[in-house]
């Protein structure tokens, strides 16, 4: 699906003559490596590779319910995305408050578009991810995987997505389906066309 | 936050982002003078602003000699020199403006001379505010498919051979506001999170070449050290095209608030792509699809419902900075239509302005040096006879694409989340000189 984008680049590139960055000093002179820097150690690759992908490379072992994603959201979640994961608006809350997670299915492609966890991420794993590195917003990396995978859960429980007596975890959340999965293509600009009139 | 405001804004989207939010419209005393922000007070001070029109009525009131701040300069000794960083004269008053969640920070455009954006008015966005980083702790960790896993301190990186490019940076959202309303008054307000610097530090090849990249490895994860971890997929192209990680900005450290102590550059591409306060680049065989490329970034076409991802090009944009809304100009006569253009294609090939809404269209004079992918400036001798007209600019970059208007982008993508929105801007000038944002549709 993205192969492509290697041969647009390359046509770009040639399309525009030598990279502004090349510098000749830098092509006809040292062509060794650098002594600087140090080899990075397993434990200092662990204590920041925790990124996941669809596929499920990077999810941790651990596992999550719907129950105890439940009661996380109550305490850690509520106040910004809503009780019922309505999204809120307020100007009092950390930036303006927290977008609704479930809901908005079908309105894609109408001006009344609602994008959600629900209607629009195409990937769980993105949700697992994010959640993990950036909520909540007021002490993010500060949730556990279980505690993740929980959460993960709840929302796509309420967003219907999974059963919510299903458990989430390293094998299980690669495998779900989201509604949006099949709702992007990548980028097709320019226009073939002349853009103006 | 006004809510009214916003509701308009997110069509669908019920909570603000703050690169899709519109500031508040400012409360500008701008109307007694030609330029935005030159208050009253100012001119009467005898700030640097005077008109000919307002001239003229300040003289008839006071001599000069009587103006404290302006006269006798030459009569006394000044200010010595002092081992400190320096500020602007106290007369200058252009500033960021603030959205009221305080994730962006926008660049006073119509305030601006040449392609430079002085560093602290560079325009800011974040997703968890700006970290507090100390350099001598930070890292930029270089792992996944290499033969030899890297960690580099800033005084590592400094070593290495080095590159300096002047490069636009554009938040992908800037302009969004501008779609379908026209109730930013201010060039700043509708198209300020877009600036240039230079930009200093190591090219990412080089980097990659000290790694050793393994067979396969075709995307990098790109993460930043804030509270969001903002993480976005590069494809290896562009990291040995013309990417490097930058410490340095306009001949001094990077700001706090643009990535101190280093970032990404990747020029030509949207602003969140360019990951500030990077940590951490791991490189893998397929995109990681993170919150920042499948939620937000991605480019919803309402007309079908499916969404454009990885759509990282910035593309050609021109902006008229003056006249631009909310000045006045004072009177009939010679003004120098001004303003900026760019495209994160290519060079740009040309600029072209209208005077008569869009009727007809001549070629605008491109300040030296035309950079690609920066800023560029656009000058346009213009006569006006009083009347009331609109202005405009649009642009064309070397592969031949032309700024499109606006309302070709709403016939060909809908009324989605606008990222990447650069339709063309037209600017009212009623006759009795005010200048306003208008939709032509």
Same mark, same amino acid.
């Given at each position: 699906m993205f192969s492509s984008h290697r041969g647009i680049l390359l046509a770009?590139?040639?399309?525009?003559?030598?990279?502004?960055?090349?510098?000749?000093?830098?092509? %006809?002179?040292?062509?060794?490596?650098?002594?600087?820097?140090?080899?990075?150690?397993?434990?200092?690759?662990?204590?920041?590779?925790?990124?996941?992908?669809?596929?499920?490379?990077?999810?941790?072992?651990?596992?999550?319910?719907?129950? @105890? +994603?439940? @009661?996380?959201?109550?305490?850690?979640? &509520?106040?910004?995305?809503?009780?019922?994961?309505?999204?809120?608006?307020?100007?009092?809350?950390?930036?303006?408050?927290?977008?609704?997670?479930?809901? +908005?299915?079908?309105?894609?492609?109408?001006?009344?578009?609602?994008?959600?966890?629900?209607?629009?991420?195409?990937?769980?794993?993105?949700?697992?991810?994010?959640?993990?590195?950036?909520?909540?917003?007021?002490?993010?990396?500060?949730?556990?995987?279980?505690?993740?995978? %929980?959460?993960?859960?709840?929302?796509?429980?309420? &967003?219907?997505?999974?059963?919510? @007596?299903?458990?989430?975890?390293?094998?299980s959340l690669p495998k779900v389906e989201m509604p949006n999965r099949n709702g992007f293509y990548p980028d097709n600009r320019p226009y073939p066309v002349k853009r103006y009139d | 936050m006004d809510r009214t405001h916003r509701s308009e804004i997110l069509i669908g989207e019920p909570v603000a982002e703050g690169d899709l939010v519109r500031p508040p419209e400012e409360d500008c005393a701008c109307k007694e003078g030609m330029f935005p922000k030159a208050s009253r007070r100012q001119i009467l001070r005898g700030g640097g602003l005077v008109t000919a029109a307002a001239a003229t009525v300040l003289l008839a009131k006071r001599t000069l000699a009587a103006d404290e701040d302006m006269a006798g300069s030459w009569t006394v000794p000044g200010q010595l020199a002092k081992s400190d960083y320096g500020t602007r004269s106290k007369f200058e008053t252009a500033v960021r403006q603030a959205t009221p969640a305080g994730t962006d920070a926008l660049t006073p455009l119509q305030s601006l001379w040449g392609i430079i954006t002085p560093s602290g008015l560079h325009f800011e966005r974040h997703h968890n505010g700006v970290p507090a980083i100390d350099p001598a702790q930070h890292r930029l960790i270089i792992h996944g498919m290499v033969d030899r896993p890297m960690k580099y301190s800033v005084e590592d990186l400094k070593r290495f051979p080095s590159v300096s490019r002047i490069v636009f940076i554009e938040c992908s959202g800037n302009s969004g506001g501008t779609a379908r309303s026209a109730t930013l008054k201010t060039a700043q307000a509708a198209h300020g999170l877009t600036s240039t610097s230079e930009w200093t530090g190591v090219r990412?090849?080089?980097?990659?070449?000290?790694?050793? /990249?393994?067979?396969?490895?075709? $995307? /990098?994860?790109?993460?930043?050290?804030?509270?969001?971890?903002?993480?976005?997929?590069? *494809?290896?192209?562009?990291?040995?095209?013309?990417? !490097? /990680?930058?410490?340095?900005?306009?001949?001094?450290?990077?700001? *706090?608030?643009?990535?101190?102590?280093?970032?990404?550059?990747?020029?030509? $591409?949207?602003?969140?792509?360019?990951?500030?306060?990077?940590?951490?680049?791991?490189?893998?065989?397929?995109? !990681?699809?993170?919150?920042?490329?499948?939620?937000?970034?991605?480019?919803?076409?309402?007309?079908?419902?499916?969404?454009?991802?990885?759509? $990282? /090009?910035?593309?050609?944009?021109?902006?008229?900075? !003056?006249?631009?809304?909310?000045?006045?100009?004072?009177?009939?006569?010679f003004y120098e239509i001004t303003g900026l253009a760019w495209s994160g294609r290519a060079p740009i090939e040309r600029v072209e302005i209208s005077t008569d809404g869009g009727k007809n269209w001549a070629l605008a004079s491109l300040q030296e040096p035309v950079l690609p992918k920066a800023h560029v400036r656009f000058r346009y001798p213009w006569h006006w006879d009083g009347s009331e007209t609109i202005i405009e600019s649009r642009a064309t970059d070397q592969t031949g694409y032309v700024q499109p208007t606006k309302a070709f982008l709403t016939a060909n993508e809908g009324v989605g989340p606008t990222y990447h929105y650069n339709g063309i801007q037209s600017w009212k000038i009623s006759a009795d000189g005010s200048v306003s944002n208008v939709l032509i549709a």
């Open positions: 770009t590139a040639l399309m525009l003559g030598a990279s502004p960055l090349a510098v000749s000093g830098q092509e %006809s002179g040292y062509a060794g490596t650098y002594p600087f820097g140090t080899a990075a150690t397993q434990a200092d690759i662990d204590a920041w590779n925790k990124d996941v992908r669809p596929d499920g490379q990077g999810l941790p072992p651990g596992s999550g319910t719907f129950e @105890k +994603g439940q @009661k996380i959201y109550a305490e850690q979640c &509520a106040t910004c995305h809503g009780e019922n994961l309505e999204g809120i608006r307020d100007p009092n809350l950390p930036q303006g408050g927290g977008p609704a997670l479930i809901g +908005g299915r079908g309105t894609l492609n109408t001006s009344k578009f609602k994008i959600t966890v629900e209607s629009y991420w195409p990937y769980a794993s993105t949700l697992y991810d994010y959640i993990l590195r950036a909520m909540p917003y007021t002490a993010p990396s500060s949730l556990k995987p279980d505690e993740v995978y %929980s959460l993960v859960g709840f929302i796509l429980g309420r &967003a219907n997505i999974i059963d919510k @007596k299903a458990t989430m975890d390293a094998k | 990412l090849s080089t980097l990659m070449s000290e790694v050793g /990249v393994k067979d396969g490895a075709g $995307w /990098v994860l790109a993460e930043g050290a804030d509270g969001a971890m903002l993480s976005r997929s590069v *494809p290896i192209d562009k990291i040995m095209d013309d990417a !490097f /990680v930058a410490y340095a900005q306009n001949g001094e450290a990077i700001r *706090p608030e643009n990535g101190y102590p280093m970032r990404l550059i990747l020029p030509g $591409w949207e602003g969140n792509i360019n990951v500030k306060w990077l940590r951490r680049l791991k490189l893998g065989d397929k995109p !990681f699809m993170t919150r920042e490329e499948t939620e937000k970034y991605t480019d919803l076409i309402t007309l079908t419902g499916k969404a454009r991802q990885f759509s $990282w /090009v910035m593309e050609a944009k021109s902006l008229i900075t !003056f006249p631009s809304g909310d000045m006045r100009l004072p009177g009939k006569g």
